[in-house]
């Protein structure tokens, strides 16, 4: 059984920082292109970063240059650095997985994603 599971959510101050953890288990996903996607009360889930097996990655607008992503394959564990973080980074934190080898880290998007993680809670306090 393919699993994604988040961790490292959680409530903290503007400014500050947190680290998301997503570990997959049930099959690897090195040649798959991983991402996060978040998801605020009252909105739509949207992308947040991806990252192809080789490293290229992708942000949207709002966290370029405060998040990073990144991935162990050999692992097959993601990461999302997050700083400066801001109030309407509040949301629900999802990990993703791409159904197939040929998403790349610009197109990958919701209908791409073959697996989801449960997600995670992100609370940033103003």
């Known amino acids: 059984q393919v699993q994604l599971a988040e961790s490292g959510g959680g409530l903290v101050q503007a400014g500050g920082s947190l680290r998301l953890s997503c570990a997959a288990s049930g099959r690897t996903f090195s040649t798959n292109t991983m991402g996060w996607f978040r998801q605020a009360p009252g909105k739509e889930r949207e992308s947040v970063a991806h990252i192809t097996w080789s490293g290229l990655t992708y942000y949207t607008n709002s966290v370029t240059g405060r998040f990073t992503i990144s991935r162990d394959n050999a692992k097959n564990t993601v990461w999302l650095q997050m700083n400066s973080l801001k109030p309407e980074d509040t949301a629900v934190y999802y990990c993703?997985?791409?159904?197939?080898?040929?998403?790349?880290?610009?197109?990958?998007?919701?209908?791409?994603?073959?697996?989801w993680g449960p997600g995670t809670q992100v609370t940033v306090s103003s």
């Open positions: 993703a997985a791409a159904r197939n080898a040929y998403t790349t880290a610009r197109n990958m998007g919701l209908m791409t994603v073959g697996y």
